[in-house]
């Protein structure tokens, strides 16, 4: 079973930057895909970065094209999203995910096994 902890969720204010972590356990040694995910109250859950453990191929959404930066450190299995230039419209509970089910991976969608419980980002403006 793979346990997904997210941290480093914090107020900042418009133009600040944050780092979120996500440590992983219960994942071997293998490698899989991993994504980070945002969700506001009333609205769906966005995928904004993935990445495939150890390195490799990044994805982004539009909207933090940019200004988001996904990262992995396959030996301490942690997963990384450092947010640069953050907007009062990044404001969310962030979540990390682990192992793609999509036919295509990694994904944007939800289409992930593992689920973090979350870390809220407020930014004022």
């Known amino acids: 079973q793979v346990q997904l902890v997210e941290s480093g969720g914090d107020s900042v204010q418009a133009g600040g930057s944050l780092r979120l972590s996500c440590a992983v356990a219960?994942?071997?040694?293998?490698?899989?895909?991993m994504a980070w995910f945002r969700q506001t109250p009333g609205k769906e859950r966005e995928g904004v970065a993935a990445?495939?453990?150890?390195?490799?191929?990044?994805y982004y959404s539009d909207s933090v094209k940019g200004r988001f930066s996904i990262s992995h450190d396959f030996v301490k299995k942690t997963l990384y999203l450092q947010m640069n230039s953050l907007a009062p419209e990044d404001t969310a509970t962030y979540y990390c995910?682990?192992?793609?089910?999509?036919?295509?991976?990694?994904?944007?969608?939800?289409?992930?096994?593992?689920w973090g419980p979350g870390t809220q980002v407020t930014v004022s403006s």
């Open positions: 995910a682990s192992h793609c089910t999509a036919s295509r991976c990694p994904t944007l969608s939800d289409a992930y096994k593992y």
């Open positions: 219960g994942s071997g040694g293998s490698y899989y895909s």
């Open positions: 990445i495939v453990t150890g390195g490799g191929n990044t």
